[in-house]
């Protein structure tokens, strides 16, 4: 796995938590390999799904404390 996807797990595991994330991981995984049948588009959606929390994230990290 090269060095910019594995910082980009490690991203994704510390910003949405360890059990969600690695479920999300896992599943795309799976999905590479071959081991679940799915279209293409399943990897995208997961990419999306992470992409949309992570963005909802940093702006709730962005609003400023009471």
Avoid: C, H, T
């Avoid at 999306?48 to 404390?65: S, T």
């Amino acid at each position: 796995m090269p060095a910019s996807a594995d910082n980009r797990n490690q991203r994704i595991l510390a910003l949405l938590g360890e059990r969600r994330a690695q479920a999300l991981l896992e599943l795309k995984l799976r999905v590479a390999r071959g081991e679940i049948e799915s279209d293409a588009r399943l990897a995208d959606a997961i990419d999306d799904l992470i992409d949309e929390v992570l963005r909802a994230r940093a702006k709730e990290a962005q609003k400023p404390k009471p």
